[in-house]
Every structure is written in C-alpha cells, then in structure tokens.
C-alpha cells in the first residue's frame, strides 16, 4: 500500500479557491491512478476528481466540480494536486486522496469509485463559509 498524507484545507469564503496537496510515500508514484474524494457533514463519501497513471492522460471530474477543480499530479514530486476555484459552500468535506496500482486495463470510468482504490489518506478539511 501506499502512504498518503493530505494538506491544504482550511476555512475560506465562498468564491474563494484553496490547493491541496497528497503527499505520497512509494516508490514509483507514476505507476499510480489518483483520486480525490470528499465526504460532506453527515453525508456519504462521494467522487471528486481522478487523473490516471503513466501512460494513460484520462482525468475525471464530479459534475458538482467541473469548470472549478483541476486535479495534476507531479510525479518527480510523488504529489497529486486539487486547484479548487469559485468554491461554494457545498464544497464544504473532509477531502481524501487515493490510489490504486496501475493496472493492464486502461484508467476508465471504473475509477470513479471506491471500489478500485486500496490506499487511502486520513483526510483534510475544507470549510467555505458562505
């Protein structure tokens, strides 16, 4: 597995934007498919954003974030990003990165869910104030 560490949440008001960052902890990180999920107060944990391994360009966004969330990776850096823009108070979670092992297969929609990842990060907040 591989450790995954999440920074750059905080409180910022709506419209505003916030970048965060998952640190990784592998070996070859671009033989990685990454993710980005979020789990709202009281609510289920839900898809934001996935950007495929070496190889494979795909990128996959939530509807709720499409046009305001880029998801990039860096992989000299073995560090995955999420630029988040016009935020709303709806973007209000605690945000996860997640990864999963390349696989012969390519970086398809399947990887929109939790299904496919076996490494998880412990989270980081994001509070928009509205």
């Known amino acids: 597995q591989v450790q995954l560490v999440e920074s750059g949440g905080g409180l910022v008001q709506a419209g505003g934007s916030l970048r965060l960052s998952c640190a990784a902890s592998?070996?070859?990180?671009?033989?990685?498919?990454m993710a980005w999920f979020r789990q709202p107060p009281g609510k289920e944990r839900e898809f934001v954003a996935a950007i495929a391994w070496s190889g494979d360009t795909a990128t996959y966004y939530a509807d709720s974030v499409k046009g305001r969330f880029t998801i990039s990776r860096d992989n000299a850096k073995k560090t995955m990003f999420l630029q988040m823009n016009s935020l709303k108070p709806e973007d209000t979670a605690l945000y996860f990165c997640?990864?999963?092992?390349?696989?012969?297969?390519?970086?398809?929609?399947?990887?929109?869910?939790?299904?496919?990842?076996?490494?998880w990060g412990q989270g980081t907040q994001v509070t928009v104030s509205s």
């Open positions: 592998v070996g070859t990180f671009s033989e990685y498919g």
């Open positions: 997640a990864a999963v092992a390349k696989s012969f297969y390519s970086f398809g929609h399947y990887y929109t869910t939790r299904g496919p990842y076996d490494s």
